[in-house]
């Protein structure tokens, strides 16, 4: 039977993968495992004529994304029991989570969902869906109280 030792667990600072992270600390702590965060903002949000990105206003997001990753790291190496580490990524989120789970050799990965449904499930799509389409590890979804 596998053992399960290094956890990662996709936030991006939501009430859902809050509860993610308390659910993978919580199984963290009972299995004796590490948890690896990884946060992905996306690639170019911003762009300028003639539709190139603006570097200035990349720049800006690029590092408002890195202290709020760092402030966010900051506050759950604070708890005690779990080892936390982490990785900041810029890309596509499930490609970026999927690459990240394997060059750290990650067990298990810990996503929250919005639960979407309906409409706007198939315009925005779903992350974790893709995650547990492409990953080849197993993915563990924790989905909003009902």
């Not at 029991?81 to 067990?107: C, N, Q, R, S, Y």
């Not at 309906?118 to 989905?143: D, N």
Request: hydrophobic letters at 45%; charged letters at 20%.
């Amino acid at each position: 039977m596998p053992t399960l030792s290094k956890f990662l667990v996709a936030i991006d600072f939501s009430e859902h993968s809050e509860r993610a992270l308390a659910f993978a600390k919580d199984l963290a702590q009972s299995l004796g495992a590490s948890i690896h965060l990884v946060h992905v903002y996306p690639l170019a949000a911003y762009v300028a004529p003639p539709m190139t990105p603006a570097p200035v206003l990349v720049g800006q997001f690029r590092e408002q994304s890195e202290q709020a990753f760092r402030e966010y790291l900051t506050r759950v190496r604070k708890e005690q029991g779990v080892a936390f580490e982490g990785t900041l990524a810029e890309g596509v989120p499930h490609e970026e989570i999927v690459k990240v789970a394997k060059a750290l050799g990650a067990d298990l990965i810990v996503m929250g969902t919005h639960g979407r449904s309906g409409f706007e499930h198939l315009l925005l799509g779903s992350v974790a869906e893709r995650v547990i389409r492409v990953a080849g590890i197993p993915v563990l979804t924790v989905p909003k109280p009902a």
